[in-house]
């Protein structure tokens, strides 16, 4: 067959037939959908029978139901390519030559009404040489077809060919798809994470299906896939896991909610709804968490050394009376002496697990030390029922042993420097003990917690244990696991913050994945040797590194990469699949009043007009983010903050500290001295502000530059 013309560009021979299979592929998948909504009507009608077959129609029902998130696809393709196999040697058409197996590879399997498949799922094992095989390992394959798509329209194929028909072809370089890959990339950004499926390499793809038991670490540069391989492994493990993982759950923990909202679509464009995302503060109750401490704060706060500081905390609200308690019970009186409340206490000590639990033996022990001291025979029953709600009794328990919650504990602490030198003597220096301290609120239900509070308030839930109220409303002592837990941007996660993720995970199922060079907070890990000390290790850890850059043009990630030597000059930046790109600027604003942000708003439109469609981000420091959305707003300049609204504004300023992770058509990263002097890892910081853009980079400067920068010809004058 010959090759048809399309406005002066060859088109592929085969392009019409592979349209018509994708279209059947479509009716079967719609087909598939009805057959579900049908099942699903049925599962539905009527409310009667055993307690049994009401169990076994929840079961059936939530089992359709998933299945048709399943097929609900959207706007994503549904059929992204084929691979053929090589033939066996045995002919299977008669007379003529052998032929090997066809299988189209999509997001999710399709089958038609005989139940033959017509689209497999791209977890599956047979779907792995598509992501796999190379020229040097081709894994059984004879050609692996890429689709170019829109929709269900197909737009273009590209063949890649393997064995001998692959003779003369080019060097194998590693990428597969390259033109799929490249088109990808290319697209304008939305302001939320897309999957990959369709493009995913050979080293994303060994670590997608990796397998799951244990901690896996992957470390990964910038614009490498780092964070959608992860999600994208953790589609995989629950398509290849589904029992247990649907009842144990799959946790996906990223560093602030701007992150999750940038990555919530990935999991369901997968089909995987059922995946919970969530920040540190999600995983406990009852508490409103907002904003970072000061870095003293949040790196004593971060430091193992807090586990003692808070048991001891928690002892020290285990007390004698200071004098003895004496309360009438009718005509006599009634003692319990500081040296039987001493007894008590200690009693409780031994036999309590959680300190809530042991409340009810200090109870116990104090009504029976009462009953006790009478001169007639009482039953300490008796006494408990006419006495439990005296206040000199109630005073009495609460200064023995108060039932705590996790934040009443850390708001009496805080609020108390007496408290906080009792518990941290000899542990914390008295910088960091006043560090801790901050005024206490009237109500402890008014307190708006940091982010750097919330292991601390779960490590005080594990000392604690519930309270006897939150036990009668279902609360337990026990923490939700989960089957596996994801963890990005972990190379920021202090101590405390890494065993409150151990505490749950219920089996060491762990991917962590990073990049240590980005490690920006008030605890960067130096290695990952030390992450991995501070998680659950039931066998050896695994490592993974990916190492091509597909997002960052390779001249942005040349400038970058002379700030990584003195960031982490033992990491290596990734190698970059694409080379050209226009170089960064880097432009000197007119050193006056409001010189910066005029320069900003001048090079934010000129990146506007010049992305299209896309979007830019204002990536600045923090004490710049309400002057520069000042000056926008006082322009016309239509824009968002990060902080706000994510980035669903074509332009957002995003402060340095927020941007980890994310990705953007353009970005003006604003004033680097000053990040240098405000950020707690100064060149890490300024390495990830420098990494976030797919196209252009500007960088904008009142304050000399960093001598990094420099010397620097493509420098303008503004």
């Given at each position: 067959?010959?090759?048809?013309?399309?406005?002066?560009?060859?088109?592929?021979p085969?392009?019409?037939a592979?349209q018509?299979?994708?279209?059947?592929?479509?009716?079967?998948?719609?087909?598939?959908?009805?057959?579900?909504?049908?099942?699903?009507?049925?599962?539905?009608?009527?409310?009667?029978?055993?307690?049994?077959?009401r169990?076994?129609?929840?079961?059936?029902?939530?089992?359709?139901a998933?299945?048709?998130?399943?097929?609900?696809?959207?706007?994503?393709?549904?059929?992204?390519?084929?691979?053929?196999?090589?033939?066996?040697?045995?002919?299977?058409?008669?007379?003529?030559?052998?032929?090997?197996?066809?299988?189209?590879?999509?997001?999710?399997?399709?089958?038609?009404?005989?139940?033959e498949?017509?689209?497999?799922d791209?977890?599956?094992?047979?779907a792995e040489?598509?992501?796999r095989?190379?020229?040097?390992?081709?894994?059984?394959?004879?050609r692996?077809?890429?689709?170019?798509?829109?929709?269900?329209?197909?737009?273009?194929?590209?063949?890649?060919?393997?064995?001998?028909?692959?003779?003369?072809?080019?060097?194998?370089d590693?990428?597969?798809?390259?033109?799929a890959?490249?088109?990808?990339?290319?697209?304008?950004?939305?302001?939320?994470?897309?999957?990959?499926?369709?493009?995913?390499?050979?080293?994303?793809?060994?670590?997608?299906?990796?397998?799951?038991?244990?901690?896996?670490v992957?470390?990964?540069?910038?614009?490498?896939?780092?964070?959608?391989?992860?999600?994208?492994?953790?589609?995989?493990?629950?398509?290849?896991h589904?029992?247990?993982?649907?009842?144990?759950?799959?946790?996906?923990?990223?560093?602030?909610?701007?992150?999750?909202?940038?990555?919530?679509?990935?999991?369901?464009?997968?089909?995987?709804?059922g995946?919970?995302?969530a920040?540190?503060?999600?995983?406990?109750?009852?508490?409103?968490?907002?904003?970072?401490d000061?870095?003293?704060?949040?790196?004593?706060?971060?430091d193992?050394?807090?586990?003692?500081?808070?048991a001891?905390?928690?002892?020290?609200?285990?007390?004698p009376?200071?004098?003895?308690?004496?309360?009438?019970?009718?005509l006599?009186?009634?003692?319990?002496t500081?040296?039987?409340?001493?007894?008590?206490?200690?009693?409780?000590?031994?036999?309590?697990?959680?300190?809530?639990?042991?409340?009810?033996?200090?109870?116990?022990?104090?009504?029976?030390?009462?009953?006790?001291?009478?001169r007639?025979?009482?039953?300490?029953?008796?006494?408990?029922?006419?006495?439990?709600?005296?206040?000199?009794?109630?005073?009495?328990?609460?200064?023995?042993?108060?039932?705590?919650?996790?934040?009443?504990?850390?708001?009496?602490?805080?609020?108390?420097?007496?408290?906080?030198?009792?518990?941290?003597r000899?542990?914390l220096?008295?910088e960091?003990?006043?560090?801790?301290?901050?005024?206490?609120?009237e109500?402890?239900d008014?307190?708006?917690?940091?982010t750097?509070?919330?292991?601390?308030?779960?490590?005080?839930r594990?000392?604690?244990?519930?309270?006897?109220k939150?036990?009668?409303?279902?609360?337990?002592?026990?923490?939700?696991?989960?089957?596996?837990?994801?963890?990005?941007?972990?190379?920021?996660?202090?101590?405390?913050?890494?065993?409150?993720?151990?505490?749950?995970?219920?089996?060491?199922?762990?991917?962590?994945?990073?990049?240590?060079?980005?490690?920006?907070?008030?605890?960067?890990?130096?290695?990952?040797?030390?992450?991995?000390?501070?998680?659950?290790?039931?066998?050896?850890?695994?490592?993974?590194?990916?190492?091509?850059?597909?997002?960052?043009?390779?001249?942005?990630?040349?400038?970058a990469?002379?700030?990584?030597?003195?960031?982490?000059?033992?990491?290596?930046?990734?190698?970059?699949?694409?080379?050209?790109?226009?170089?960064?600027?880097?432009?000197?604003?007119?050193?006056?009043?409001?010189?910066?942000?005029?320069?900003?708003?001048?090079?934010?439109?000129?990146?506007?007009?010049?992305?299209?469609?896309?979007?830019?981000?204002?990536?600045?420091?923090?004490?710049?983010?309400?002057?520069?959305?000042a000056?926008?707003?006082?322009?016309?300049?239509?824009?968002?903050?990060?902080?706000?609204v994510?980035?669903?504004?074509?332009?957002?300023?995003?402060?340095?500290?927020?941007?980890?992770?994310?990705?953007?058509?353009?970005?003006?990263?604003?004033?680097?001295?000053?990040?240098?002097?405000?950020?707690?890892?100064?060149?890490?910081?300024?390495?990830?502000?420098?990494?976030?853009?797919?196209?252009l980079?500007?960088?904008?400067?009142?304050?000399?530059l960093?001598?990094?920068?420099?010397?620097?010809?493509?420098?303008?004058?503004?």
């Open positions: 067959m010959g090759h048809q013309r399309h406005r002066g560009r060859t088109l592929h085969e392009l019409e592979e018509a299979y994708i279209d059947y592929a479509y009716e079967c998948l719609a087909a598939a959908r009805e057959r579900a909504t049908t099942l699903q009507t049925m599962v539905e009608v009527g409310r009667g029978g055993t307690e049994q077959a169990f076994e129609r929840e079961v059936i029902f939530d089992t359709i998933q299945r048709l998130v399943q097929l609900h696809l959207g706007d994503a393709t549904l059929c992204f390519g084929r691979i053929d196999t090589e033939p066996d040697g045995v002919a299977t058409n008669g007379d003529g030559p052998p032929v090997g197996d066809t299988f189209y590879i999509g997001r999710v399997a399709v089958a038609d009404a005989n139940q498949v017509v689209v497999v791209w977890r599956a094992p047979v040489p598509f992501y095989a190379t020229g040097r390992s081709p894994m059984g394959l004879a692996r077809r890429h689709f170019a798509t829109r929709g269900p329209k197909l737009l273009d194929i590209e063949d890649e060919l393997f064995g001998e028909r692959a003779l003369g072809l080019g060097a194998d590693g990428i597969s798809g390259h033109g890959l490249m088109a990808a990339l290319e697209t304008a950004r939305s302001g939320r994470l897309g999957d990959i499926v369709a493009t995913i390499q050979g080293e994303q793809d060994e670590i997608i299906r990796a397998p799951m038991p244990g901690l896996l992957v470390q990964g540069g910038p614009g490498t896939g780092k964070t959608v391989v992860a999600l994208h492994r953790a589609a995989y493990l629950l398509y290849t589904r029992f247990p993982l649907e009842d144990q759950g799959v946790l996906v923990v990223g560093p602030n909610r701007l992150f999750l909202g940038y990555i919530e679509q990935v999991l369901p464009s997968l089909g995987e709804a995946v919970e995302l920040v540190l503060g999600d995983l406990i109750d009852s508490v409103r968490v907002r904003d970072r000061t870095p003293l704060a949040a790196r004593v706060k971060g193992a050394r807090m586990i003692k500081v808070l001891k905390a928690v002892r020290d609200r285990k007390r009376l200071r004098r003895d308690l004496v309360v009438g019970f009718g006599t009186r009634l003692r319990v500081v040296a039987d409340s001493q007894r008590i206490v200690a009693d409780a000590r031994r036999r309590a697990r959680h300190h809530n639990g042991g409340r009810r033996f200090v109870e116990a022990g104090l009504f029976e030390a009462l009953a006790a001291s009478s007639t025979p009482l039953d300490a029953s008796e006494v408990r029922s006419r006495l439990r709600h005296d206040p000199a009794v109630r005073e009495a328990l609460e200064r023995m042993w108060p039932v705590l919650t996790p934040a009443e504990l850390l708001h009496d602490l805080y609020g108390s420097r007496g408290l906080i030198e009792l518990a941290a000899g542990k220096s008295a960091e003990q006043a560090a801790l301290h901050r005024p206490r609120s109500s402890v008014a307190v708006v917690w940091r750097d509070d919330v292991p601390l308030l779960d490590e005080a594990s000392l604690l244990g519930a309270t006897p939150g036990k009668r409303h279902g609360d337990t002592d026990e923490v939700r696991t989960y089957g596996h837990i994801v963890v990005d941007e972990a190379q920021d996660l202090s101590p405390m913050q890494l065993r409150m993720l151990g505490r749950r995970s219920l089996n060491g199922s762990m991917t962590i994945v990073g990049d240590i060079a980005q490690s920006t907070g008030a605890w960067p890990h130096a290695t990952w040797d030390e992450v991995l000390e501070l998680l659950p290790q039931r066998r050896e850890p695994r490592r993974a590194e990916l190492t091509v850059g597909y997002r960052i043009p390779g001249p942005n990630m040349d400038l990469a002379r700030v990584l030597t003195e960031a982490a000059p033992e990491l290596r930046p990734p190698r970059s699949v694409r080379q050209d790109g226009r170089p960064p600027r880097i432009v000197a604003a007119t050193p006056v009043e409001g010189g910066l942000a005029e320069a900003v708003l001048r090079l934010t439109r000129e990146e506007v007009r010049a992305v299209g469609t896309g979007n830019v981000a204002v990536i600045c420091p923090s004490s710049l983010v309400e002057p520069l959305s000056a926008f707003t006082e322009a016309g300049l239509d824009h968002g903050l990060a902080s706000n994510g980035l669903g504004n074509q332009v957002t300023i995003v402060p340095v500290g927020m941007v980890k992770g994310l990705e953007l058509d353009a970005t003006v990263v604003v004033e680097p001295a000053t990040i240098l002097a405000e950020e707690p890892q100064p060149m890490r910081s300024l390495y990830v502000a420098l990494t976030r853009a797919t196209k980079l500007t960088i904008v400067h009142a304050r000399p960093p001598p990094v920068l420099l010397p620097d010809p493509l420098a303008s004058s503004a």
